[in-house]
């Protein structure tokens, strides 16, 4: 059985990470917290290798992954977790067929509480 990463292709996921952080660049909450990246197409092609793997695809970069620290290091709250998918959605709506998209948003929400957790105030 082939996995989405294999059923969708790098290029597929190469345009969705693409065309997500175009739309994070102008988002009115997201932007600032985003500035700290200087290098986009490096940054998105980082990001789409993550998504390859996540999906099932071999990795053909030497890269650890820390997602939930990273966000958490650029001050990515809750709210704005829930604001990161409601972006990310559509667009893999658009770009992937069910059941593959629903299983791309599944991981993505599931990445999504880890950051929301870690950036949670234990009280």
Known sequence: MSSIAQRLGR?????????????????????????VVHDWPQHEAHISHFWWTMLG???????????????????????????????FEPIVRRHVASPDADEWLRKARMIGQSIALMNTPLD
Do not use: C, M
């Not at 969705?16 to 917290?33: D, E």
């Open 11 to 35: 290029e597929l996921i190469d345009t969705v990470s693409r065309q997500f952080y175009a739309q994070i660049r102008v988002h009115p909450r997201l932007a600032p917290i985003f500035a």
């Open 57 to 87: 695809g071999d990795a053909y970069l030497d890269t650890q992954y820390n997602v939930a620290r990273k966000h958490l290091d650029i001050g990515v709250t809750p709210a704005l977790v829930d604001e990161w998918l409601a972006l």
